[in-house]
């Protein structure tokens, strides 16, 4: 039924990537942490995703423009729409790349006719647009046609690699064929407003071989960034709405790529844009591409990239805002830009084989990805603030409704991110009991991992060859970590934070190599230019970022102060969110009865309240017991002592 080397990013023939996946459908992860969400919570998000297209009307949109049902769909409400089934499609992929599961795969047999029953003659499919020629490519500005069919052709790609699925594949071709065949130098030379075809594009090269479609995503990015979706003037409706989303800045149509140093505009937009770029560097290997790559990166992850991983800060636009704009309360920090930002890191790992990149996958992954959706499955949060006063809760679905099937993508094809090869050897790029297996230089490898990461920070790495070969193992020393330290054959190493450590040898029958990142309880402080956060403190144990939550403690987050030296304790709770690590504290209250009546008052009046000892929880377990006060950053401790002792004197 299968067909091997299931790649979500297939860069085994790549000229310029240092890094190759080890296949997901190579990977298992067995238990622990990740084995929940891989093996369990993946399906429930499948099949009550699944329910939720037929209830919002998006299967119905092939339908009705096929003629296959007769009652027209209403409660779809965007021209977009089509690209939520097209990422549920390649969830689908992905789940059945490691599973028997015959519901999913009948599920998703019935849907692949839907969409395919709904394509045009000559490969045009956008059931907006269906059956009116003369609305083609007329509005690429807002109406999201190049990027529905990028993501139909990642759908059709995943389900082609791992059941060998023909029909919806051939309807993706069709669909690209069309596409290069209109946008070239001699066609429409134009972008689309939400950037998503640029690496679709790459990857069906990667799967056909066909250089057309390479060339097509080539055109895409060397024609974007001189404002060419600006709507004419007197089309009054889409220019006004182009000027209040930020014009060109908005849709990355501002700058040429290969200029840029500056992460603007929609954040899922910008980010969809660099997978595309880097994807195209790792096919040509154009020096300028990757450096307006490491150009972005460094602005993102040290001026506007949330302590979470989160990116974009603005409700008006989706959008990134200035350096350093990170409010909490207000932050917008979509779900899917998160995604974007790992699917982003792991191309630019694949590129450089560089662990800073692992580093940003892994922030981003524990904290704001898995806080967009529940522990269940079944609800989804859209925004992922950092501080909330209540109120705010996830959702079955939404009216745009791009999040939910973007988890259940990321979810399905999360073993294909743990594990890398290079010509040298196998990288350890993300830690959990897994068991993978590779081939190097004509011999099979083995790798087992038995940890119970990221609760706990010792790793044990079994590798096992059918004969004796020499070759490296690489070995993750994460970002976060102070002290790593690596043991093998009674050798001890202390690797550099943020550096992949080589092991090299003649690996013979059966190593094992015993890795221990201690994970210590941290208190952070922010940039001081990121004003929300002036005397402030988030508090971090390994690759967690924690929150403290009004359902766990008899306080108000919004009034603890905590201090460097709390007296952290770390306990693991089975019973609480179906297993997490929590840190309890002691602190300090301030006291809200010295600000009753007044909104002002002098910094030397302030009086700390009484001592309490509050308990935080991961970050990305918050809102999973119903309506809560939340918070990541509190103030911090010295800074109102300080003032009290002011007082004093």
Same mark, same amino acid.
């Given at each position: 039924?299968?067909?091997?080397?299931?790649?979500?990013?297939?860069?085994?023939?790549?000229?310029?990537?240092?890094?190759?996946?080890?296949?997901?459908?190579?990977?298992?992860?067995?238990?622990?942490?990740?084995?929940?969400?891989?093996n369990e919570v993946a399906r429930v998000a499948i099949l009550h995703?699944?329910?939720?297209?037929?209830?919002?009307?998006?299967?119905?949109?092939?339908?009705?423009?096929?003629?296959?049902?007769?009652?027209?769909?209403?409660?779809?409400?965007?021209?977009?729409?089509?690209?939520?089934?097209?990422?549920?499609?390649?969830?689908?992929?992905?789940?059945?790349?490691?599973?028997?599961?015959?519901?999913?795969k009948g599920l998703v047999e019935e849907v692949i006719d839907d969409?395919?029953?709904?394509?045009?003659?000559?490969?045009?499919?956008?059931?907006?647009?269906?059956?009116?020629?003369?609305?083609?490519?007329?509005?690429?500005?807002?109406?999201?046609?190049?990027?529905? @069919?990028?993501? =139909?052709?990642? *759908?059709?790609?995943? #389900?082609?690699?791992?059941? %060998? $699925?023909?029909? +919806?594949?051939? &309807?993706?071709?069709?669909?690209?064929?069309?596409?290069?065949?209109?946008?070239?130098?001699?066609?429409?030379?134009?972008?689309?407003?939400?950037?998503?075809?640029?690496?679709?594009?790459?990857?069906?090269?990667?799967?056909?071989?066909?250089?057309?479609?390479?060339?097509?995503?080539?055109?895409?990015?060397?024609?974007?960034?001189?404002?060419?979706?600006?709507?004419?003037?007197?089309?009054?409706?889409?220019?006004?709405?182009?000027?209040?989303?930020?014009?060109?800045?908005?849709?990355?149509?501002?700058?040429?790529?290969?200029?840029?140093?500056?992460?603007?505009?929609?954040?899922?937009? @910008?980010?969809? =844009?660099?997978? *595309?770029?880097?994807? #195209?560097?790792?096919?040509? %290997? $154009?020096?300028? +591409?990757?450096? &307006?790559?490491?150009?972005?990166?460094?602005?993102?992850?040290?001026?506007?990239?949330?302590?979470?991983?989160?990116?974009?800060?603005?409700?008006?636009?989706?959008?990134?805002?200035?350096?350093?704009?990170?409010?909490?309360?207000?932050?917008?920090?979509?779900?899917?830009?998160?995604?974007?930002?790992?699917?982003?890191?792991?191309?630019?790992?694949?590129?450089?084989?560089?662990?800073?990149?692992?580093?940003?996958?892994?922030?981003?992954?524990?904290?704001?990805?898995?806080?967009?959706?529940?522990?269940?499955?079944?609800?989804?949060?859209?925004?992922?603030?950092?501080?909330?006063?209540?109120?705010?809760?996830?959702?079955?679905?939404?009216?745009?409704?791009?999040?939910?099937?973007?988890?259940?993508? +990321?979810?399905?094809?999360?073993?294909?991110?743990?594990?890398?090869?290079?010509?040298?050897?196998?990288?350890?790029?993300?830690?959990?009991?897994?068991?993978?297996?590779?081939?190097?230089?004509?011999?099979?490898?083995?790798?087992?991992?038995?940890?119970?990461?990221?609760?706990?920070?010792?790793?044990?790495?079994?590798?096992?060859?059918?004969?004796?070969?020499?070759?490296?193992?690489?070995?993750?020393?994460?970002?976060?970590?102070?002290?790593?330290?690596?043991?093998?054959?009674?050798?001890?190493?202390?690797?550099?934070?943020?550096?992949?450590?080589?092991?090299?040898?003649?690996?013979?029958?059966?190593?094992?190599?015993?890795?221990?990142?201690?994970?210590?309880?941290?208190?952070?402080?922010?940039?001081?230019?990121?004003?929300?956060?002036?005397?402030?403190?988030?508090?971090?144990?390994?690759?967690?970022?924690?929150?403290?939550?009004?359902?766990?403690?008899?306080?108000?987050?919004?009034?603890?102060?905590?201090?460097?030296?709390?007296?952290?304790?770390?306990?693991?709770?089975?019973?609480?969110?179906?297993?997490?690590?929590?840190?309890?504290?002691?602190?300090?209250?301030?006291?809200?009865?010295?600000?009753?009546?007044?909104?002002?008052?002098?910094?030397?009046?302030?009086?700390?309240?009484?001592r309490v000892r509050v308990e935080a929880i991961p970050y990305h377990?918050?809102?999973?017991?119903?309506?809560?006060?939340?918070?990541?950053?509190?103030?911090?401790?010295?800074?109102?002592?300080?003032?009290?002792?002011?007082?004093?004197?």
């Amino acid at each position: 039924m299968f067909v091997m080397a299931v790649n979500v990013v297939d860069v085994s023939r790549s000229p310029y990537a240092s890094l190759r996946p080890v296949p997901l459908d190579s990977v298992e992860v067995v238990s622990g942490f990740w084995g929940r969400w891989v093996n369990e919570v993946a399906r429930v998000a499948i099949l009550h995703q699944y329910r939720m297209l037929e209830e919002s009307d998006r299967l119905n949109r092939f339908r009705w423009v096929s003629g296959r049902t007769s009652v027209r769909p209403v409660n779809s409400l965007f021209a977009f729409d089509d690209s939520d089934v097209y990422k549920w499609v390649e969830a689908c992929g992905f789940y059945l790349a490691k599973r028997e599961d015959e519901e999913v795969k009948g599920l998703v047999e019935e849907v692949i006719d839907d969409i395919v029953a709904a394509q045009e003659d000559d490969g045009y499919l956008f059931t907006e647009h269906h059956g009116a020629p003369e609305r083609r490519w007329k509005n690429l500005t807002f109406d999201h046609e190049l990027y529905c @069919a990028g993501h =139909l052709i990642q *759908g059709a790609i995943a #389900l082609h690699r791992s059941i %060998g $699925e023909e029909k +919806l594949y051939g &309807a993706a071709v069709k669909l690209a064929d069309l596409i290069a065949r209109t946008f070239n130098p001699d066609g429409i030379r134009g972008v689309c407003g939400h950037p998503e075809i640029e690496m679709a594009l790459v990857e069906l090269y990667r799967e056909t071989g066909e250089r057309r479609y390479l060339e097509t995503a080539e055109f895409f990015i060397n024609e974007r960034g001189v404002d060419s979706l600006r709507p004419p003037a007197e089309d009054k409706l889409n220019s006004t709405l182009y000027r209040i989303l930020g014009g060109a800045e908005y849709f990355i149509d501002h700058e040429p790529i290969r200029e840029m140093s500056e992460i603007v505009g929609h954040a899922v937009r @910008a980010l969809y =844009l660099n997978c *595309g770029v880097t994807d #195209l560097y790792m096919e040509t %290997g $154009e020096k300028a +591409l990757l450096d &307006a790559m490491e150009r972005l990166w460094h602005n993102f992850v040290e001026k506007k990239m949330y302590i979470t991983g989160a990116a974009g800060s603005r409700y008006v636009s989706e959008a990134f805002g200035e350096d350093y704009e990170l409010p909490n309360e207000r932050a917008y920090a979509e779900t899917c830009a998160s995604i974007a930002s790992f699917m982003w890191n792991w191309r630019m790992l694949l590129a450089t084989g560089e662990a800073r990149f692992a580093d940003v996958m892994e922030l981003t992954l524990l904290n704001s990805i898995l806080s967009g959706v529940s522990l269940d499955g079944t609800l989804y949060f859209y925004m992922n603030p950092l501080a909330s006063n209540g109120g705010y809760g996830r959702s079955p679905w939404f009216p745009c409704a791009c999040c939910p099937p973007n988890i259940a993508r +990321l979810l399905a094809s999360l073993p294909g991110y743990f594990y890398s090869t290079s010509k040298n050897g196998i990288w350890i790029n993300l830690y959990g009991s897994s068991k993978a297996t590779a081939r190097l230089d004509g011999v099979d490898v083995a790798v087992v991992q038995e940890t119970d990461y990221p609760w706990r920070g010792e790793v044990k790495l079994t590798v096992e060859v059918e004969e004796p070969a020499a070759f490296s193992i690489y070995l993750r020393a994460p970002g976060w970590c102070d002290d790593p330290r690596v043991r093998l054959d009674g050798r001890a190493y202390s690797p550099r934070p943020s550096t992949y450590l080589e092991l090299h040898k003649r690996w013979s029958s059966r190593s094992v190599v015993k890795a221990s990142f201690p994970m210590r309880v941290k208190t952070i402080a922010s940039h001081p230019h990121v004003r929300n956060n002036i005397s402030q403190a988030a508090i971090t144990r390994g690759p967690m970022v924690y929150c403290l939550e009004d359902v766990d403690n008899k306080v108000d987050p919004r009034l603890v102060a905590v201090e460097r030296r709390g007296g952290f304790r770390e306990r693991f709770r089975k019973e609480l969110l179906g297993g997490v690590m929590t840190v309890s504290f002691s602190a300090a209250t301030i006291n809200p009865r010295e600000w009753e009546g007044r909104l002002y008052g002098s910094l030397e009046s302030m009086r700390l309240g009484r001592r309490v000892r509050v308990e935080a929880i991961p970050y990305h377990a918050w809102a999973n017991r119903g309506d809560s006060v939340m918070s990541v950053w509190l103030p911090f401790i010295d800074y109102w002592r300080e003032a009290s002792q002011r007082r004093r004197r």
